[in-house]
């Protein structure tokens, strides 16, 4: 586990029992993602797994058409908190070394997790080596273009901004074709998050796992930190973030 996985780990661990009440777009694209695969895929299809399961919040939305399936997080607390509402097997392991057999798999499902890969290319084939042949792959992830109210926000409180940069559509399309999968549905969407001012907003962020860390205040000093809240804030004091996700499915055809 590298310098930032550690940090998404532990970052994930603290939020775990908090999570659900913070990632409002989260739920959006999951609902979307659960749409697009019930009319694209037909289950029960197992064993599956859902990928950076959180809260295993997808798993349970698609429990009922698909049955049981496998969790895997890269933070115990998020598993832990997981299985409190449904008693699957759980893996603690990174996005960077999946442990899974080759043709392992019948499924793959992941919402709002791969964009913490490094490399989109290798993670897409690890998971084309990990699928049966016929195995699909949903899943749903903010790309490139997703919060730019932040950036503009430090930009203008002269400070550089505090964005993990994430892959654009094209750099996931290419990653699914080079591992040979058969790109089945691909859309994409600006999903909207309100907050009741710029303070939540930025406290959200901590909570959501966007590939975003928002600074804390203290390192910031106070003017620039005001600089950044009346940046963020909206005429009628409110504040709203923007997110630009990527939902894929693709099939794996060949061996």
Known sequence: MDRLERRVARSFAQA??????????????????????????????????????GDAALARQLQPGWGPGLLLDIAMPMLQQARLQQDWPALQASLHALPCRPGSLRAVFSNFALQWAAQPQHLMAELARALQVGGWLAFALPVAGSLTELSAAWSQAGRPPPLRPLASSEQWLQAVRS???RLLHQEEAILSSPHDDARAALHALKHAGVGVYARPPGLLGRQAYARILEALTA???????????????????QA
């Open 235 to 253: 005429p009628d004091g409110h504040c709203t973030l923007s997110y630009r996700v990527l939902w894929l499915l693709a099939r794996k055809e």
């Open 16 to 53: 775990a029992s908090v999570y659900a009440e913070h990632t409002p777009v989260q739920a959006q694209a999951r609902t979307r993602l659960c749409q697009r695969i019930d009319e694209h895929l037909h289950g029960p299809m197992q064993p599956w797994l859902d990928l950076g399961c």
């Open 179 to 181: 591992a040979r999968l």
